[in-house]
């Protein structure tokens, strides 16, 4: 009759564990939005730049050189290698969750048990051979092998395994986002090296042109056609341009080193072919399709294996709610006396056993995580919403800016021609006494500020380049 009521005991706490497995908080649910706009501004693209390789896409080859030497030696993309092996760990472990554990266990040790206990009392009424007793100290020898194994009868480590490999698959996408982001970044530097380069040349340029103005105006003076103001007008700016010389020539340490930085080296000279600048052509990026950036763009694409780890989290995170099932063995050899260890089936020892168990009362803690892994995919889903509009934004901008940027280009190099001429007139009308000095410093100033601005529009026209073929998932291929 004992018997019975605890099977039936038992019994309850099964169904009642089932049942109230069953009744899980509600949490909120949100499908992820994959829709995209048809196109980029009613581009007519079909084929994106992203899917050229970048060694086509770069054709400098000082700059390709560059970016190879990154590729093996920033340390930032090297950090994220080792993430990629920490998740590829990860799935191993999770694989190991799924087989028996297994492990073997060797000892030795005294028992001495009471004498007016039912072990002590069998003992001494127990002759292990005829007229020997059981020793009052008993020795204790065994070893043997025992294994653990949990029925995964709900896919709980299934999953887990499954969202480790999404996890590993998001690190090597983690890893594509960082190669895209450190050539573009390269890329971007080296075009603002060669920018400070030719604005450092045309303000050299600019002094020897200021310089003569300035003698120009000592022989006036010394014609009574000018005073000394005129003199000292002209001599602070050629000062003022010598102080914009070193002011650009820090800007070039800074920018070389910061290349250095991420070739992961120290300082040192970077080769480059500084007369071809203004000669640049922008290369023509093809944008493609809109929908093309959910496989192009890493970022999009790891956040998409993120969500979907998420997913697997939640179902691992629900399955805690059920019962599970246990199973454990065990083999192996016991004697108190080391010549009686191997004798089979005397000394040999086994046992198999099986167990369901389940939350029941406190299960606060449990929903609380099943809570917070369904809040973790919702946050998953906003960031992959979050990276499709980031990505489409980005693209329709860089787009608008290279548009923009080759108007403002083509209207400051009519802009610089108009001021190069402006100069050689002010200097004659000057000579003529037609014009006054002011008018010549001011001509002066006017072209060498132009100058300086288109050569800054040609490196944003370069950098724009570099930015939308990022923009577009391009680089890590």
């Known amino acids: 009759m004992f018997k019975n009521n605890i099977y039936k005991g038992l019994g309850l706490v099964l169904i009642c564990a089932t049942y109230t497995a069953c009744k899980l908080p509600e949490v909120a649910q949100r499908a992820e939005n994959k829709n995209t706009p048809v196109s980029f501004n009613g581009s007519q693209d079909t084929v994106s730049s992203a899917s050229i390789q970048w060694r086509s896409f770069f054709t400098d080859p000082n700059l390709i050189n560059l970016i190879d030497t990154a590729l093996k030696n920033n340390q930032e993309l090297n ?7 920490i998740a590829k760990n990860e799935i191993k472990a999770r ?17 001495k048990v009471g004498r007016y206990t039912s072990s002590g009392a069998g003992d001494a009424s127990t002759e ?19 294994a653990n194994w949990e029925a995964d009868i709900w896919h709980k480590l299934r999953n887990s395994k499954k969202a480790a490999i999404n996890h590993y698959l998001s690190t090597v996408e983690g890893k594509n986002f960082v190669i895209t982001n450190l050539i573009a970044e390269v890329a971007n530097s080296y075009y603002e090296l060669l920018a400070s380069d030719n604005q450092l040349e045309t303000v050299k340029k600019n002094i020897e042109l200021q310089s003569n103005a300035l003698e120009l105006m000592k022989i006036q003076k010394q014609a009574t056609r000018v005073n000394e103001l005129a003199v000292r007008k002209f001599e602070a700016e050629v000062l003022s341009s010598k102080s ?12 070389e080193n910061k290349i250095n930085f991420l070739l992961g080296r120290f300082p040192q000279p970077i080769i480059r072919d500084k007369s071809s600048f203004t000669d640049l052509v922008p290369a023509t990026v093809h944008t493609g399709l809109p929908a093309q950036l959910l496989a192009n763009r890493p970022d999009i694409k790891q956040a998409e294996y993120e969500l979907a780890a998420a997913k697997l989290d939640v179902k691992v995170a629900k399955a805690q709610f059920y019962p599970s099932l246990g199973i ?26 099986g167990d369901l168990a389940g939350p029941l009362i406190n299960r606060n ?32 901008n860089q787009m608008s800016k290279i548009s923009n940027l080759q108007k403002s280009y083509d209207l400051k190099s009519k802009q610089v021609a ?15 006494a037609r014009a006054d000095y002011f008018e010549v410093l001011m001509t002066q100033r006017d072209a060498l500020q132009s100058k300086l601005e288109l050569i800054d529009t040609k490196k944003q026209q370069l950098n724009a380049v ?12």
């Open 328 to 353: 454990s063995a065990a083999i192996g050899y016991q004697a108190f006396n080391p010549s009686y260890l191997l004798r089979t089936p005397e000394s040999l020892i086994y046992s198999l056993a």
């Open 418 to 432: 108009a001021l190069t001429q402006s100069i050689d007139i002010s200097n004659d009308l000057f000579k003529a």
């Open 365 to 396: 803690a449990i929903k609380a995580e099943y809570s917070s892994a369904n809040a973790k995919q919702l946050q998953a889903v906003f960031d992959y919403e979050k990276a499709i509009l980031n990505g489409y934004i980005e693209v329709a």
């Open 244 to 255: 914009l010389e070193f002011d650009i020539q820090q800007d070039i340490v800074e920018n």
């Open 128 to 146: 292990i051979t005829p007229g020997k007793g059981v020793p009052e100290v008993l020795p204790d020898y065994h070893f043997g092998l025992q």
């Open 79 to 85: 950090i994220t290698l080792q993430d990629i092996e």
């Open 466 to 477: 570099v930015d939308i073929y990022q923009a577009l998932g391009g680089g890590w291929k």
């Open 95 to 111: 694989k190991g969750d799924l087989l028996p554990n297994v492990t073997y266990g060797i000892g030795a040790g005294l028992d």
